[in-house]
């Protein structure tokens, strides 16, 4: 199973990475730009993306926006990964666009269920 995930913060980038990188194929990146490049040539089926990407110009939901342009992406799961977490911001991921939403820090255990689903 291939995952893209984007995050600007290096640590969890780094924690992501090495609790899957046994069981999945990860391409972790920090800018929404190199989501996009990575996009157009790969067929992810997790798209994990944070949803604040210090980035003035794009967040996480304008990510998925873009991401589900992509023909070849349009049955891939997309996972809102976020230091926003309660009810309120797991209504507003799941009502902007995204399959599922997985508040950090996480649960290694919740984590692996989740990408399994």
Same mark, same amino acid.
């Given at each position: 199973?291939?995952?893209?995930?984007?995050?600007?913060?290096?640590?969890?980038?780094?924690?992501?990475?090495?609790?899957?990188?046994?069981?999945?194929?990860?391409?972790?990146?920090?800018?929404?730009?190199?989501?996009?490049?990575?996009?157009?040539?790969?067929?992810?089926?997790?798209?994990?993306?944070?949803?604040?990407?210090?980035? *003035?110009?794009?967040?996480?939901?304008?990510?998925?926006?873009?991401?589900?342009?992509?023909?070849?992406?349009?049955?891939?799961?997309?996972?809102?990964?976020?230091?926003?977490?309660?009810?309120?911001?797991?209504?507003?991921?799941?009502?902007?666009?995204?399959?599922?939403?997985?508040?950090? *820090?996480?649960?290694?255990?919740?984590?692996?269920?989740?990408?399994?689903?």
């Amino acid at each position: 199973m291939k995952v893209l995930y984007l995050d600007d913060d290096t640590i969890s980038r780094f924690l992501v990475c090495q609790a899957v990188k046994d069981k999945y194929e990860i391409d972790a990146v920090e800018k929404a730009e190199e989501a996009f490049e990575l996009a157009k040539n790969n067929d992810y089926e997790i798209l994990l993306i944070d949803i604040n990407l210090n980035d *003035p110009n794009i967040d996480g939901f304008g990510v998925l926006e873009k991401l589900k342009t992509f023909s070849h992406l349009k049955d891939s799961t997309y996972i809102a990964h976020t230091n926003y977490f309660g009810e309120e911001w797991k209504l507003k991921c799941i009502d902007g666009g995204f399959h599922y939403y997985n508040p950090k *820090p996480f649960m290694l255990s919740e984590f692996e269920k989740l990408i399994k689903k």
